[in-house]
């Protein structure tokens, strides 16, 4: 944790905290899952910024456009932060996460997204719990969180407010631990297993 934090110190205003939500994993093929959300937090400011298919959709887009315009719009903001550092929870993997977003974007011919040259931090790596765990051991939770499963369930029903929420509550819960681990006030789970959601 120690490197984190000095990784972080200074650099406050470009430190955000990630998270995504989508219809599934990712795997390798040539039709990226669905993105739903994907949310930021700054550190410093607490300043929410999120790219949702709910947002696009009572615009009055349909699906296959709104998800087009949440990821245009997300690579703008995204190529428009100087060094950011992106704290996320277990999105350095193979079928999901960051390699799920490049594909995506890919499947819609936006093909400038570049996170390689990103500092990222899994946070996932200095806590042996859950997201959802961590969060509420922590109060950093929301009671628009949910777990993977309800919503996936929440996608399926094309409840996607109920996933912008609870992607957004993961963001800023994430964000919240960041900033508590910063100053050494935050509970960490001493259990030797792994549970991730």
């Known amino acids: 944790m120690d490197d984190i934090k000095l990784l972080i110190k200074g650099n406050e205003k470009n430190t955000f905290s990630i998270?995504?939500?989508?219809?599934?994993?990712y795997y390798?093929?040539?039709v990226a899952p669905s993105i739903c959300t994907i949310a930021l937090c700054n550190i410093k400011t607490n300043e929410l910024h999120t790219f949702a298919l709910h947002n696009y959709i009572c615009g009055g887009k349909c699906l296959i456009d709104a998800e087009r315009q949440l990821l245009t719009d997300f690579v703008g903001y995204f190529k428009s932060l100087k060094n950011p550092i992106l704290i996320h929870w277990s999105m350095n993997g193979l079928e999901y996460g960051f390699k799920a977003i490049s594909a995506r974007c890919e499947n819609y011919g936006i093909y400038d997204l570049?996170?390689?040259n990103v500092q990222t931090v899994d946070f996932s790596d200095c806590i042996y719990d859950s997201l959802l765990k961590a969060l509420l051991r922590n109060n950093c939770g929301s009671t628009n969180l949910l777990d993977g499963k309800q919503?996936?369930?929440?996608?399926?029903?094309?409840?996607?407010?109920?996933?912008k929420l609870s992607t957004e509550a993961k963001s800023k819960g994430i964000a919240k631990l960041i900033n508590l681990a910063m100053q050494n006030d935050w509970m960490l789970n001493n259990d030797d297993e792994e549970d991730y959601d």
């Not at 998270?19 to 994993?25: I, M, N, T």
């Not at 094309?158 to 996933?163: I, T």
């Open 19 to 25: 998270h995504y939500s989508c219809d599934g994993f």
């Open 28 to 30: 390798g093929g040539a």
């Open 114 to 116: 570049d996170f390689g």
């Open 151 to 163: 919503e996936s369930v929440c996608f399926d029903k094309r409840n996607y407010n109920a996933v």
